[in-house]
């Protein structure tokens, strides 16, 4: 876990890769050096009210923050593993734009939450339990989590049958209930066992 030379520290994580529906997102952050970093925890043991709290005080920093997706479809053609690290690969992409000198890279590192790395044009290395242990990782995962949240709960307007603001598309019972009542949204990851 050693970033060597590289001064600048960019952590990525995603959230949505338990779901039976919707996609997977990914963050990238880079923190700025006055972010209050005892804040920052694994976004699944905060509250949701304390992860949008963070999440809204990490938008209003100057942190660098760049999110990615991956698409039912995507999840279905490839797998989830493979789908998390494109969207990993989309939010780092996504976030390089507003570092100084823009497309170069240059002085970033990246720790990457788990034990994969996706296709990055920096050098990174995998992180167990990266959410919990450096910063950065748990602000991207909070920005993940936080956002895929919003993203389902705005789809469950278009299609309430599924009830996607209560459960995000997680395998709860109601939600398992849900599709045997209706059968499947267009969201749904087929290549899932549902019923």
């Known amino acids: 876990m050693n970033a060597?030379?590289?001064t600048v520290i960019c952590g990525i994580d995603e959230a949505g890769r338990g779901p039976l529906a919707g996609p997977v997102c990914a963050a990238a952050v880079i923190l700025p050096e006055?972010?209050?970093r005892s804040l920052l925890k694994d976004s699944k043991i905060?509250?949701?009210a304390s992860r949008?709290?963070?999440a809204s005080l990490l938008r209003g920093s100057t942190a660098l923050i760049g999110v990615g997706w991956a698409w039912p479809e995507e999840i279905d053609a490839v797998n989830i593993h493979n789908a998390s690290l494109i969207a990993m690969s989309r939010a780092f992409s996504s976030m390089l734009p507003g570092y100084p000198g823009s497309m170069n890279a240059d002085g970033i590192y990246a720790f990457i939450d788990g034990k994969f790395i996706p296709e990055l044009p920096v050098p990174a290395?995998?992180?167990i339990h990266g959410d919990a242990r450096i910063p950065e990782i748990s602000a991207a995962s909070?920005?993940?989590k936080v956002t895929r949240d919003w993203w389902m709960i705005r789809y469950?307007?278009?299609e309430p049958n599924w009830e996607f603001h209560r459960h995000k598309g997680y395998p709860t019972a109601r939600h398992r209930e849900l599709c045997r009542l209706h059968g499947l949204s267009p969201i749904h990851r087929k290549s899932f066992r549902i019923y």
């Open 156 to 158: 469950s307007w278009i």
């Open 34 to 36: 006055y972010f209050d």
């Open 46 to 48: 905060l509250s949701p």
């Open 142 to 144: 909070i920005i993940a």
């Open 52 to 54: 949008e709290r963070t």
């Open 4 to 6: 060597g030379d590289h």
């Open 125 to 127: 290395a995998p992180v």
